[in-house]
């Protein structure tokens, strides 16, 4: 069982910067493929980054070169820096873990899923 607890979300205007951070506790967290995801209300799921067990990370083409995605695992947490944040960023930020392996699938991209995901944290952006 892994535990995701994020935080770092907010209110910001355009061009705003924010670092949402996602705590990971339990068993095997090292494991899984971890990422990010946003979904607004009424629609499906968008995934924004992920990260792989030695590091290497992908984005959505709507956030790259805007939003990276790090890992401490010392720490055992998961960062989101995001810069230049736009009015269409505004969307609950969920935490996730997917797979076994720590090896993420570029499709996840296409179709959001997960094994664990956290609470989430609302991002705002005004224009």
């Known amino acids: 069982q892994v535990q995701l607890v994020e935080s770092g979300g907010g209110s910001v205007q355009a061009g705003g910067s924010l670092r949402l951070s996602c705590a990971a506790s339990?068993?095997?967290?090292?494991?899984?493929?971890m990422g990010w995801f946003r979904q607004a209300p009424g629609k499906e799921g968008e995934g924004v980054a992920t990260i792989d067990r030695d590091g290497s990370t992908s984005y959505a083409d709507s956030v790259k070169g805007r939003f990276t995605i790090s890992k401490d695992n010392a720490k055992n947490t998961l960062y989101l820096q995001m810069n230049s944040l736009q009015p269409e960023d505004t969307s609950m930020y969920y935490c996730?873990?997917?797979?076994?392996?720590?090896?993420?699938?570029?499709?996840?991209?296409?179709?959001?899923?997960?094994?664990?995901r956290g609470q989430g944290t609302q991002v705002t952006v005004s224009s």
């Open positions: 996730t873990a997917m797979g076994r392996g720590g090896y993420c699938d570029p499709s996840w991209f296409s179709r959001v899923w997960y094994n664990y």
């Open positions: 339990g068993y095997g967290y090292s494991r899984y493929c």
